[in-house]
Nanobody
Framework: QVQLVESGGGLVQAGGSLRLSCAASGRTLSAYAMGWFRQAPEKEREFVGAINWSGDGTNYAELVKGRFTISRDNAKGTVNLEMNSLKPEDTAVYYC??????????????????WGQGTQVTVSS
C-alpha cells in the first residue's frame, strides 16, 4: 500500500497560481495512476485530473482543462498539481489519490484505493 500527504494549499487571489504536491511513501509510486479530487463545502467530491503511471497520459475535468496541469516524478515519489488562473469557485479541499488502474488514469473516485488527508485551497475574489 501507499501513504499520501498533500501540501501547498493556501489563500490566493483570483487569477493567481498555486502548486500542490502529493508525497507518497510505502509502495513505489509507479505502481499507480494518480488523481486529484476536490470537495467544496456542502458539495460532492469531484474529479479534477489524473495521470497514468508513466506520466504520458493525463485526463482533466472540463472545468479545469487549460488551467491545471498534473505531473509526476516517480523517482522522487511526488505528484504535482499546477493551478493557474484560479477562480473563487476553485475553492475546496484538494485530495490526491492512488489507483491500481495504472495505465488509463480514471476519473471516478471509486477507482482510487488510497487517499491523502487533503489540503485547503481558498481563492478570494
Amino acid at each position: 500500500q501507499v501513504q499520501l500527504v498533500e501540501s501547498g494549499g493556501g489563500l490566493v487571489q483570483a487569477g493567481g497560481s498555486l502548486r500542490l504536491s502529493c508525497a507518497a511513501s510505502g509502495r513505489t509510486l509507479s505502481a499507480y495512476a494518480m488523481g486529484w479530487f476536490r470537495q467544496a463545502p456542502e458539495k460532492e467530491r469531484e474529479f479534477v485530473g489524473a495521470i497514468n503511471w508513466s506520466g504520458d497520459g493525463t485526463n482533466y475535468a472540463e472545468l479545469v482543462k487549460g488551467r491545471f496541469t498534473i505531473s509526476r516524478d516517480n523517482a522522487k515519489g511526488t505528484v504535482n498539481l499546477e493551478m493557474n488562473s484560479l477562480k473563487p469557485e476553485d475553492t475546496a479541499v484538494y485530495y490526491c489519490a492512488a489507483s491500481n488502474l495504472r495505465y488509463i488514469p480514471p476519473n471516478l473516485a471509486s477507482a482510487y484505493t488510497y487517499w491523502g488527508q487533503g489540503t485547503q485551497v481558498t481563492v478570494s475574489s
